[in-house]
Structures are given as C-alpha cells and as structure tokens.
C-alpha cells in the first residue's frame, strides 16, 4: 500500500483524507515539515509516498492523475507530490532542505508540499506535472478562496472529465468517431469490475484468434463471423488503452503485450484468410506474406525515422512546418490521418472485404492501400529529413544500428578488411540491389547474399548519422524478408510459403521486440540473442545456400525447422525478459499503428 502524509491542520468538513484511502493511500497526518520528515523516514523503503497538503481541494480525479500514475517516478499537482521508490531519496534530501530552512514549521500561506516540490526542481530533479485541463487542483489561503475552489469543482463533472481523458488525443477516424464514443464506456465497466489492461488485452488477442479460425474455415459464413470478431476484438484493443488510462494501470509488461499482440493478432488472421482461401483451392500464401512484409516494413520505416529524430537538435524543416499549418485546417488533419491506414481503419477495410468479398481480393485491396501509404509516408519522411538541419545523438545512431540487427557474419567481415566507406545507405543500397539481381535475375542468390553480407557489415562500420540513414533498418528488413519470400515462391511445393511466413512471423517478431525495448529505454535485444539467431545477413545466406543445396522438399523442411527455431528462442528470450523487466511502465501515446 502507498502512504500519503497530509501535513498541517486538518480542515473541518475536508474529504481529502477519504480521497486519499479512495486511492489506495494509507493516510497519516503530520503537523508540520518536521513531523512529516520523521513520518517519511518511518514509511518502508519499498512503498509510494506522497505529500498533501491539508488545505487542498480538488477532484479526486486530479489527484489519481499526480499521485497514482506509474509512469513517472516523481510527480506533482498543486498541494502534493509523490514519489515511487526510485526517487524517495531525493524527495527525502529536498523535505530535509526544506525543514531546515523553514525551521521545521509550515508557515500559514505555504504549502510544505511546493516547496518541496520548487526544492526538487533546484535539484535538477524531473518532477511529472499531470495536465489537468478543466480540474481543479488548488490549496486555498483563506476561507473566501476556499469557498471559490469548492464551487470549482462542483460546477465540473469529474467523472465526464476521467472518461474523456481515457481516449487517446491522438488516433484514426475510424477510431474516433466509430469506436472511441462507447468503447470508453466499456473501459470503465472494467475498472469498475477490478479487471486489468492486461486482462483485456489477452480477451482481444483471443477474439482476433478465434477470428482468424473462422475465416480459415473458407465458408462465406466463416468470413462474416471473421468479419465481425476482428472488429470485435479492435474494440477490445481500444478498451486496453482507455482502461489504462482511466484507472492509471500502465505497466512495462502491458505495454509490450498491447504492441506484440496487435501485430500477433493481425499476422494470424492473415494466416487464417490464407488457409481458408485454400480450402477453396486458391492459393494466396504468397499475397498473405506479401503483406505481413509490407506492414512490418511500414513499421520499421516509423520507428526508425522516430529513433532518429526525437532528440535531435536544431530539428526543424520546412515540410514539418507545412505539416504543422496543415494541421490548422480540420479536414486535412483527418484525410491526412486515414490515407495512412492506421491499424483502425486498416481493420475495418479487412473485416468488410472479408465479410463481402473473397481473400483473394481483399489481400490484393490490402497491398495496394499498404503500399500507397507507405509511399506516403515514407516521401514525406524523406523530404524531412533532406530539408531538415538537425544533428544526430550519439545515442539515435546507436538506436538506428541496433535496429539494423547485424549479427557475428557482418561483425567479422568488418574486423577482417580494412573497408570503412563513407556513405551507409549508398553501401546498403548497393547490397541489396546485388541480392536482389540474383534472386530474380542470374539465378544465384548464394552469391548475392554472401556480397549482401558483407556490405551490411561496412554499412555499419560508421555510426549512422546521415540525413537518410534511417532507412537502412527497414531496408534491411526488406531484403531479409524479401528474400525468403522468392526463394520460398520458387520452390513451387505444397507448404513451402507457409513454412516461410511462420519464419517472418518469428523474426519479425524479434525486431518488434526489439523496437519496443529501444522505445522503453530498456537496451536492445542481448548480444547472444543476436549471434545465436543469426543476425539479418546470417539468416538471408544461410536461407538462400538452403535453397541452392537442398531440393524443394527438404528446402520446405528447413524452413519449417528454422522457423519453429527462431520462434523458440526468441520467444522465451522475450517472456523472461518483459515479465522481469526493470524498465519504466510506458504507454503508447504516438501513431496509431
């Protein structure tokens, strides 16, 4: 249990005490900075502690969002502030400043708790301050004031407050206006219930998995029952995030399982359209892979332009400003927003046409939209970043590289010559346009891999600074993938592209991990995890020599084993890491996927 110290006299008729409890905080009293020091000092080590001033009036709503959030290991509104664990000592040292300046008493018209709080920040410490908007957080100095305040918040309806806050401020059309509107309802049906984020999550992967069996059993009845449980299960994947938000339940492990489960659950009804295309003898694995590769890529294209440029300096360009003026015309914001196909409206197109139409057509209508989006977007972030001054960190580079995912073949290459080229992405560029010649030209493509090797490898013997740079993990990613595709494609057995979209699935899901341990500031993937899956060059010769000496048959055996591999290893990799994790609990309040 967390422990809340109200310091100073109490205030007749005050609820504060009992909106503390509410919160889930073990309330003691203390009359002055020096009382309250000898409280502190007597809370355990391991617990929240916040202190309140006695004074405060608000919404019990503005309390939760500065004393209950886990995101963040101190934070303040006015009249309070809080610490986690990690950051006791420092609200200890800036009390103790505090109780020896003041001389140990609260004087009538200061909160201890700001001047805390003004201590913290004189410490450079970073103090969270929740934005409240029409809340009412406040410590008033005298009987007239706190009259006002009380009037404040009862003219503001606290819950109505909460519900809209649990939406995300930022998020697609179909989103907004299709699911948002009631799924916030249902969020707080579960807080109401003691249900969790996590909870809710693990319901909608299951309902996107029960859809992906209905649409593969290629019956025109088990494509609208897909239809409707893949929309069923967005909703789902909306409640998540507005229940984390409405109860401030965020966590590191439940923001893993919110970004891993929306592409798990969107690869597997891929895998189910395909299989029930199958059963109707039309063979679309080709299309189905074809589009988990163009998604993954699409991915990787955003977080790798985002890992470079959060913390550039000097990061501005005129197209960003364009953007920016856009964003005051209201209609562009949302035509701008759809054209993209975020994850909302990219669902609802695939639940109709799987409903209406057949796999076939509605992997052909997916490609096509996924890859005008992603000339879209990726355009516009190329022109930013040609026409933007900023400077790289050190620490993006390192994000951009570790992204990269090269493993021992590239590092050897490197230590063994003496080539340290200049131009990265003109390297990688030249790597693949050599690997893809020979897969889909000569007609040697061990060849084309051992050369695609090597020019990894010297692609990242400098740090990745440039302009561009950031393109060279999704076009890493591309010709991985890319290749297992052709080579699986050129096989022309019965099970060969299956056994090649179960490998993807398990590599891609190694890259997301790994995106996500970068995005929670928790490191990269571990090195050995790596080596021992290969790296991205690794995996493209050793796939591409499996081809050359093995026949189809046994090429599609080697893929299967591969496959179920990689799978293993990183998938225990990944539990042991995101169950233990020490990282901070995080969010994902950026683009919709």
């Given at each position: ?139 008033p100095a005298d009987p007239q004031a706190r009259n006002e305040a009380r ?241 790289r960190t050190d620490r993006a580079a390192q994000a951009l590289a570790d ?191």
């Amino acid at each position: 249990m967390s422990t809340a110290i109200v310091t100073g006299q109490p205030v007749p008729g005050s609820s504060l005490e009992n909106d503390l409890r509410s919160l889930g905080f073990d309330v003691r009293v203390a009359g002055d900075a020096s009382e309250a020091e000898t409280l502190l000092a007597a809370v355990p080590a391991d617990r929240r502690v916040a202190l309140v001033d006695a004074r405060f009036v608000g919404h019990p709503h503005a309390l939760r969002l500065g004393l209950t959030d886990p995101r963040f290991p101190l934070a303040a509104v006015p009249g309070a502030v809080t610490a986690q664990p990690a950051a006791r000592q420092a609200l200890t040292r800036a009390l103790a400043r505090e109780t020896s300046t003041g001389g140990g008493t609260a004087l009538a018209l200061d909160s201890v708790a700001d001047r805390v709080v003004t201590a913290l920040g004189a410490d450079g410490s970073e103090v969270h301050r929740p934005e409240l908007g029409s809340l009412v957080a406040a410590v008033p100095a005298d009987p007239q004031a706190r009259n006002e305040a009380r009037q404040a918040v009862a003219s503001v309806d606290d819950e109505a407050v909460r519900l809209k806050s649990a939406v995300k401020s930022r998020d697609g059309f179909f989103t907004t206006f299709c699911i948002s509107p009631y799924s916030r309802y249902i969020a707080r049906w579960c807080a109401r219930r003691g249900l969790t984020p996590n909870q809710v999550t693990t319901a909608s992967l299951l309902t996107a998995l029960i859809a992906a069996g209905c649409a593969a059993t290629g019956t025109r009845g088990g494509f609208i029952a897909a239809g409707v449980l893949l929309i069923a299960s967005f909703v789902l994947d909306c409640t998540d995030g507005q229940l984390a938000r409405y109860a401030l339940k965020y966590s590191t492990l439940g923001a893993w399982l919110d970004a891993t489960f929306d592409r798990a659950k969107e690869y597997a009804y891929y895998a189910g359209l395909a299989l029930g295309a199958a059963r109707g003898g039309d063979d679309v694995w080709a299309l189905a892979l074809g589009a988990m590769i163009l998604q993954t890529c699409r991915h990787v294209v955003d977080f790798s332009f985002n890992e470079a440029n959060h913390d550039a300096t000097a990061n501005t360009s005129p197209t960003a400003a364009l953007s920016g003026k856009l964003d005051s015309v209201g209609w562009t914001v949302w035509v701008r927003r759809m054209i993209v196909l975020p994850i909302g409206e990219r669902w609802a197109m695939i639940a109709v046409l799987t409903a209406a139409t057949t796999p076939r057509i509605t992997f052909s209508v997916l490609l096509i939209g996924c890859a005008f989006a992603a000339t879209y977007t990726t355009a516009g972030r190329v022109l930013r970043s040609v026409t933007r001054k900023a400077r790289r960190t050190d620490r993006a580079a390192q994000a951009l590289a570790d992204l990269a995912d090269n493993g021992p073949l590239a590092a050897l290459v490197v230590r063994l010559t003496r080539v340290r080229p200049g131009a990265p992405l003109l390297v990688a560029l030249g790597g693949v346009a050599v690997l893809a010649l020979n897969l889909l030209i000569t007609g040697d493509p061990a060849v084309g891999a051992a050369v695609y090797a090597a020019t990894s490898g010297w692609a990242l013997c400098r740090p990745l600074k440039g302009a561009l740079d950031w393109l060279i993990p999704p076009l890493f990613r591309a010709a991985e993938y890319g290749t297992v595709l052709v080579l699986a494609s050129k096989a022309g057995v019965n099970g060969a592209l299956p056994a090649a979209f179960g490998l993807v699935a398990a590599v891609a899901y190694h890259h997301y991990d790994t995106v996500y341990r970068i995005r929670g500031n928790a490191g990269a993937s571990p090195a050995w995890l790596v080596r021992a899956i290969g790296g991205q060059e690794g995996r493209t010769l050793l796939v591409t020599v499996l081809a050359a000496v093995l026949t189809a048959s046994q090429f599609k055996v080697a893929l299967t084993v591969l496959a179920v591999a990689v799978a293993l290893v990183v998938l225990v990799e990944s539990i042991r890491f995101w169950v233990s994790a020490g990282a901070p609990a995080v969010h994902d309040e950026g683009e919709p996927a």
